[in-house]
């Protein structure tokens, strides 16, 4: 069965970096991307961007361009995402989530995500 | 970039409910509207894709409906595990996959 498990807990102090992992298993881990969604406190959902496992080409979302850096070890499948320069407003829950795309319509989606790992950002 | 807005906010209802959620997109994303519940302290769960696609094993009491940029969530029969926050997503940019605010349903 298909199953992403991400690493623990951190607690970060400002200006420094955060490196979160996502392991795959259960499934061809080259043949679809992953995403990196967070959700702060109290908060919604905000997607972070995406990674291709197959070729490590990442789409980021433009609020995010220049901190993040997402990236992959395919012999371990296993998709990284770093966020550096952190700020109390980095404090969240990161999620990784697999894309798959429907069939029919072409519709990417979100079929399966990983537990959640929370990033407190603290002095 | 698109927008997403989701309608209302929050609402209370009692079990056996008809409930309806509105996701509205500030342009046309076609059918690339997909639909996620998300319970406390747990990662969100697909429900629909391709706004009326049902995800395998969710149960049928759930539909979605809309393309362009209106779309509609529909519990037919609210049972008490579905009190949570409804959230929708666009996926017809490839570039920012954006979700909605989110829509709480809480026992009335």
């Known amino acids: 069965q298909v199953q992403l498990v991400q690493s623990g807990a951190e607690v970060k102090k400002p200006g420094a970096s955060v490196k979160v992992s996502c392991k795959a298993s259960?499934?061809?881990?080259?043949?679809?991307?992953m995403h990196w969604v967070r959700q702060a406190p109290g908060q919604g959902l905000e997607w972070m961007g995406r990674?291709?496992?197959?070729?490590?080409?990442?789409n980021y979302a433009q609020k995010f361009q220049g901190r993040v850096t997402m990236t992959r070890d395919t012999s371990i499948s296993t998709a990284y995402m770093e966020l550096s320069r952190l700020r109390s407003d980095d404090t969240a829950v990161y999620y990784c989530?697999?894309?798959?795309?429907?069939?029919?319509?072409?519709?990417?989606?979100?079929?399966?995500w990983g537990q959640g790992t929370l990033v407190t950002v603290s002095s | 970039d698109i927008q997403m807005t989701q309608s209302p906010s929050s609402l209370s209802a009692s079990v056996g409910d008809r409930v309806t959620i509105t996701c509205r997109a500030s342009?046309?994303?076609?059918?690339?509207l997909n639909w996620y519940q998300q319970k406390p302290g747990k990662a969100p769960k697909l429900l629909i894709y391709?706004?009326?696609s049902l995800q395998s094993g969710v149960p049928s009491r759930f539909s979605g409906s809309g393309s362009g940029t209106d779309f509609t969530l529909t519990i037919s029969s609210l049972q008490p595990e579905d009190f949570a926050t409804y959230y929708c997503?666009?996926?017809?940019?490839?570039?920012?996959?954006?979700f909605g605010p989110g829509t709480k349903v809480d026992i009335k």
């Open positions: 990674i291709n496992p197959n070729s490590g080409g990442t």
């Open positions: 997503q666009q996926s017809y940019s490839t570039l920012l996959f954006t």
């Open positions: 391709a706004a009326s």
């Open positions: 342009q046309s994303i076609s059918s690339y």
């Open positions: 989530a697999r894309e798959r795309v429907a069939v029919a319509s072409h519709t990417p989606y979100f079929d399966y």
């Open positions: 259960g499934y061809t881990f080259t043949g679809y991307y």
